[in-house]
Every structure is written in C-alpha cells, then in structure tokens.
C-alpha cells in the first residue's frame, strides 16, 4: 500500500484552516454544484437574449459579432447538453443537446427557435432533483 503522503489526500484548493466548511470564508472555492447552478442560470438567459436578438433561430449572413456571439452560444447550451444529466436533469440536457444540433445544423430558424422555448420551458420548471440533494 502506498502512503497518502499529508496535503495531497485533498484537493489543492481543500485547507485545513477552521473556515474550511464556512461558504462566506475569503478564498473559498464554489462547490460543484454552485457552479453547475451558475452555469445553468447563465446559459438559460443567453439563450433568452439568442432569442431576443435572432441569434438563435437566423442563419443568415449577419455581422462578424453576430456569428461571434452565435458560437459563444451553441458553445454553452452543449456544455449544457453534457453537464446537466450529472446533475439529475437528463431531460434538460436532452433539450440542449437537441437545440445544439439544430443550430449546428443550420435547421430552419422556426425549428431552432421552438427547441430553445422547450429548453427555456424545461429550465424554468422547479429542478426537484436538485433540491433533494
């Protein structure tokens, strides 16, 4: 059996210092699911303003920063589509990752825009999961 040797059996940002379990501590990291939570809140209103602004639904030549911030979204909803089932919402992730293929796809802009309001339908329902812990 190889020795633990002491500070490496936790994680780099783990102290042993008393404010260890205090989430108000100075320094102290978010959990996992702090930022999964975060993560979530964000890319649901970028999807909300994709939708505001045609960047989900148009596919059309547009501005340089138009197709910059269209990636910058199809980038968070698939880290969406890969993350949520970790956190107890497989059928958020299946509505991410159907709204991913879509606009990768260049589907028609009506397809892309009714597949981010069930995304937005399906995020704005009470995660129950979540709150079981």
Known sequence: MIPITPG?????????????????APGKQPSLLERWLTRRRE???AV???LEKGLVGNTNARR???VADR????RMIHQLAGAAASFKEPELGDH???LEHAM???EPGDTCEAL???LLARADEPAEALSQG
Not at 71 to 74: P, R, S, V, W
């Open 8 to 24: 490496l059996a936790r994680a780099p940002w783990q102290t042993e210092d008393a404010d260890h379990d205090d989430p108000e």
């Open 43 to 45: 890319t649901v209103e």
């Open 48 to 50: 909300r303003v994709g």
């Open 64 to 66: 340089a920063q138009d």
């Open 71 to 74: 990636e910058a979204l199809i």
């Open 96 to 98: 991410a990752a159907a």
């Open 104 to 106: 990768v796809s260049e």
């Open 116 to 118: 981010a309001f069930a």
